[in-house]
């Protein structure tokens, strides 16, 4: 009886181990986009506590310029940012297509859209990134006309 119990308790600890491994191994994923995903999670605490336009208006743009950097990031396309909770992060069904969108505030409680799009550059093998750039204030409020990236009437995206 007791050989059977070292024996069983010698299995737990050899599988306890390996499960703990994966675990953290899963749990590390990207470490480069997991560390500018907590700068990002604290830049986002700075711009949702902003009182005035100026200070929404230079912490969007910290955060923007570092958000950026992380979509640019190998791995971006499939990275959870699941700390980033006023940020939508949308997935196309075939996960070929990201958005990444959020609004600001602002102290008339109009918003700022801001959002960026990656999508699988099958061609190229490489991941795209391209920025939408809020226009809305300068358009009017049914555009007819074509827009682009450059001149998109700001929104917030929840499903592709």
């Not at 711009?47 to 910290?62: D, F, I, Q």
């Not at 955060?63 to 959870?80: C, H, I, R, V, W």
């Not at 959002?115 to 358009?139: A, I």
Request: charged share 25%.
């Amino acid at each position: 009886k007791h050989r059977i119990f070292v024996i069983m308790s010698m299995k737990v600890v050899v599988i306890s181990f390996f499960a703990l491994t994966s675990f953290f191994t899963y749990a590390e994923g990207n470490p480069v986009l997991q560390e500018i995903e907590q700068e990002l999670d604290s830049l986002l605490d700075v711009l949702r506590t902003a009182e005035t336009n100026a200070e929404k208006s230079s912490a969007n743009a910290e955060f923007k310029q570092l958000m950026t950097q992380a979509l640019n990031e190998p791995g971006a396309l499939s990275y959870d940012f699941t700390l980033l909770e006023t940020v939508g992060v949308i997935d196309s069904p075939d996960k070929q297509v990201r958005i990444v969108n959020w609004n600001v505030e602002q102290e008339d409680f109009s918003h700022t859209y801001h959002c960026f799009v990656l999508y699988n550059d099958n061609k190229k093998d490489e991941v795209r990134v391209t920025e939408l750039v809020d226009m809305s204030f300068g358009m009017p409020s049914q555009p007819t006309e074509i827009i682009d990236h450059e001149n998109w009437y700001g929104a917030l995206y929840y499903k592709i």
